[in-house]
């Protein structure tokens, strides 16, 4: 960040209980988190009470309909996959992102071979067309539909540089899962196993203005 965190506005995309913006609200200045549950919206703002937190707001609705002034910080974990056209987030990413500000995006990858968002791992399901996926889940007894959209390294990339944005691909800090802990070894190795990683994590900011 280019000011200290204590004066960072801060944004999180998809905020669900509030797991990442009530942390960070303890060091920045202020949060605003939007989530599409009503229920995980009600849960949020009950933590951030009980922690005796006033810097932070949660609303209910939808992250692509949101338009606010840009924030010094923004944050989108885990919510691109559940959302058919993906640039629709990172434009809203770019579009409240300030001109010194960073952002933060983690997103499943396309190609990992187990997808887990049934509690279950169901293979290959990501590979599929969107018509045969959908029979698999319904095959397995899993609902009705698949309703995860995981993307590609490259069509991520195609995205972002779209956006204006810049990138940089981070292996997590602390890894906790046997996945985490070799891919994070691999990248270091060579950053071509980023296209075969289970999750991405990008960090970046706006390109700077071309002369």
Not at 39 to 55: F, K, M, S
Not at 92 to 103: F, N, P
Not at 153 to 167: G, K, Q, V
Not at 171 to 177: D, E, F, L, V
Request: proline share 8%; glycine share 8%.
């Amino acid at each position: 960040m280019r000011k200290p965190l204590k004066e960072c506005r801060l944004l999180d995309l998809g905020s669900g209980l509030g797991t990442n913006a009530i942390p960070a609200a303890k060091v920045v200045h202020s949060v605003f988190g939007i989530d599409i549950s009503p229920t995980h919206v009600e849960r949020a703002r009950e933590w951030a009470e009980r922690e005796g937190l006033e810097n932070v707001t949660f609303r209910v609705g939808s992250a692509t309909d949101l338009d606010m002034e840009p924030f010094d910080i923004v944050v989108c974990d885990y919510l691109l996959e559940h959302v058919r056209d993906p640039n629709t987030v990172i434009s809203v990413i770019a579009r409240h992102l300030s001109r010194d500000g960073a952002y933060f995006l983690s997103t499943n990858n396309k190609w990992w071979p187990l997808e887990n968002p049934y509690g279950m791992p169901i293979p290959f399901v990501s590979w599929m067309p969107k018509g045969w996926s959908d029979r698999y889940i319904r095959l397995l007894g899993l609902g009705t539909e698949y309703g995860i959209f995981p993307i590609s390294w490259s069509r991520l990339e195609r995205l972002l540089d779209r956006n204006n944005l810049t990138w940089s691909l981070k292996p997590p800090t602390r890894p906790y899962t046997v996945a985490q802990k070799l891919g994070g070894t691999l990248v270091r190795i060579t950053p071509e196993f980023w296209s075969i990683a289970n999750v991405f994590q990008v960090v970046g900011r706006q390109k700077e203005p071309t002369a």
